[in-house]
């Protein structure tokens, strides 16, 4: 039956997750509500200039995006006071800020999910309360406290990784044919290289550093970016098959490991670019999509490289 003007409930919730991994839901009416929750927009950006000693004006020289800062009031309802003062202890437990170390500190996450199904996390810290504030004669079972987090990092981003692969690097030849004649010569590459390609239709807007995981065997690795040219590229080590290398481009990472625990910095071709090498957006990259070579040397069809992203968003 159609009810006429009938509109959907909008099924929207708000969720705090602990560096610790815990889940705790602020916003799923009626009995806990987020009254208001501002700051996930687009923050204020920052201009680098520079002026000449008789220059009107300046020159801008970059931009860049500040810290975010997430302020929400939070209003959690009981049914007497006893539940009062275990739903107060309870947000306590999940806020408290050594449920990361304390002197190597781990972020905490901020999940919205939208009416349409879309989730966006955000990185960020309690930087204040609750405070507690003394409630009105009316209202002593239920707590009402403003709170602010800090997303040091201001980038939004989907939690769901996705990937892009290419996998099956044999060679297609006997890179060692020996023919016999009067003398036994030997031709071809003891080593050749086979590249293919990875497309990459990226949905966020702003660049994301990827992980690259790579199964060997391998003798060199290089991943080109087609539009940007940023290469990451490993030469002269001779990966076994079963071994994974993991390059993280994570911004303040920067990290090459074996599934050993080797770092691999020292195979870093010069040409490459750890700092610059991503994931771009329309218009930077024409609709988002991203094309990469990828050339592999000493490879067999159990290696496999695999691209791995999240789409990351400067404002919702």
């Not at 692969?165 to 086979?194: A, H, K, R, Y």
Request: aromatic share 10%; hydrophobic share 30%.
């Amino acid at each position: 039956m159609t009810v006429k003007n009938f509109r959907k409930q909008h099924t929207e919730r708000i969720l705090y997750i602990t560096p610790d991994g815990l889940t705790v839901v602020l916003h799923d009416p009626p009995n806990k509500s987020v009254l208001s929750y501002e700051g996930d927009g687009l923050p204020s950006p920052e201009y680098d200039t520079t002026r000449g000693p008789y220059q009107h004006g300046v020159n801008v020289l970059g931009i860049r995006e500040p810290q975010r800062e997430i302020d929400l009031v939070l209003r959690w309802n009981a049914c007497s006071r006893d539940e009062y003062w275990t739903m107060r202890h309870t947000l306590i437990n999940y806020l408290r800020p050594n449920r990361t170390n304390l002197n190597n500190s781990s972020p905490g996450v901020l999940r919205r999910i939208l009416s349409n199904g879309e989730i966006f996390d955000l990185d960020c810290y309690l930087t204040r309360g609750p405070k507690w504030a003394y409630p009105r004669n009316w209202d002593h079972w239920s707590i009402q406290e403003s709170l602010k987090f800090t997303a040091f990092n201001p980038v939004l981003y989907n939690p769901t990784t996705k990937a892009g692969l290419v996998q099956d690097f044999t060679p297609s030849f006997n890179p060692n044919i020996i023919i016999p004649l009067m003398f036994t010569f030997t031709f071809g590459e003891t080593s050749p290289s086979i590249t293919k390609s990875i497309s990459i239709s990226y949905l966020g807007n702003w660049e994301s550093f990827p992980a690259i995981i790579i199964n060997g065997p391998y003798t060199a690795v290089s991943i080109q970016h087609q539009t940007t040219l940023d290469k990451v590229a490993l030469n002269n080590y001779s990966s076994p098959t079963g071994e994974t290398t993991t390059i993280d481009l994570t911004y303040g990472k920067k990290t090459i490991l074996t599934n050993s625990g080797v770092s691999l910095l020292g195979y870093v071709t010069q040409d490459s670019d750890l700092s610059a090498f991503s994931i771009q957006p329309d218009p930077e990259v024409a609709g988002g999509i991203n094309a990469f070579d990828v050339t592999v040397s000493g490879g067999s069809s159990d290696t496999l490289i695999q691209m791995q992203y999240k789409d990351r968003y400067i404002g919702i």
